[in-house]
């Protein structure tokens, strides 16, 4: 069964960064397309990134662009977030999933339970 596990939240300020980590086990990343989403309570779960297997494109949703980005290092097995200027609206559950697909914008069916992001403002 394959397994996502996130890592990396915390409490951050208003402007601040943090970096989310995606550790994969029992499958190998480099078969798939990688996505990051994220939930705020009362909120739909939303898309804020997708990278290809061979992480030669990525997309971002416009609430992000400019200020994260997504990496992925397939020999390590891992996925990665990178968050800067970092604001309140950006609070929520961070989750990394697995596409069954190589390319985005993939249809994703394996998760992780997620890592808290909380940003103060």
């Known amino acids: 069964q394959p397994q996502l596990v996130e890592s990396g939240g915390g409490l951050v300020q208003f402007g601040g960064s943090l970096r989310l980590t995606c550790a994969a086990s029992q499958f190998r990343l480099d078969f798939y397309a990688m996505a990051w989403f994220r939930q705020a309570p009362g909120k739909e779960r939303e898309k804020i990134s997708c990278?290809?297997?061979?992480?030669?494109?990525?997309t971002y949703a416009d609430s992000v662009k400019g200020r994260f980005t997504t990496s992925r290092d397939n020999v390590k097995n891992m996925l990665y977030l990178q968050m800067n200027n970092l604001k309140p609206e950006d609070t929520a559950v961070y989750y990394c999933?697995?596409?069954?697909?190589?390319?985005?914008?993939?249809?994703?069916?394996?998760w992780g339970r997620g890592t808290q992001v909380t940003v103060s403002s």
């Open positions: 999933a697995a596409s069954t697909t190589p390319r985005c914008p993939g249809t994703f069916n394996s």
């Open positions: 990278i290809n297997n061979d992480a030669r494109s990525t």
